[in-house]
């Protein structure tokens, strides 16, 4: 289901998500959160995260061997 934030954010495709065209996420602004959605599949839902613990994601996967 698609709420009013969901549909009016601007999504946009992440630069890291591999030169394969069916392995992109999207990323948008959500009022001081940010969305993470399947750009396969944008009606399917999103992940709703912080600032705070998107930043600690984006940490972890770049420390990453």
Same mark, same amino acid.
């Given at each position: 289901?698609?709420?009013? &934030?969901?549909?009016? $954010?601007?999504? *946009?495709?992440?630069?890291?998500?591999?030169? !394969? &065209?069916?392995?992109?996420?999207? !990323? $948008?602004? /959500?009022?001081?959160? !940010?969305?993470?959605?399947?750009?396969?599949?944008?009606?399917?839902?999103? %992940?709703? %995260?912080? *600032?705070?613990?998107? $930043?600690?994601? %984006?940490?972890? /996967?770049?420390?990453?061997?």
């Amino acid at each position: 289901m698609n709420t009013p &934030e969901q549909l009016q $954010a601007r999504w *946009r495709k992440s630069t890291h998500s591999g030169a !394969v &065209e069916n392995e992109c996420i999207e !990323v $948008a602004d /959500l009022n001081g959160h !940010v969305g993470i959605r399947d750009s396969k599949n944008p009606t399917a839902g999103h %992940l709703s %995260l912080t *600032r705070q613990d998107f $930043a600690a994601i %984006l940490n972890h /996967l770049t420390t990453q061997p």
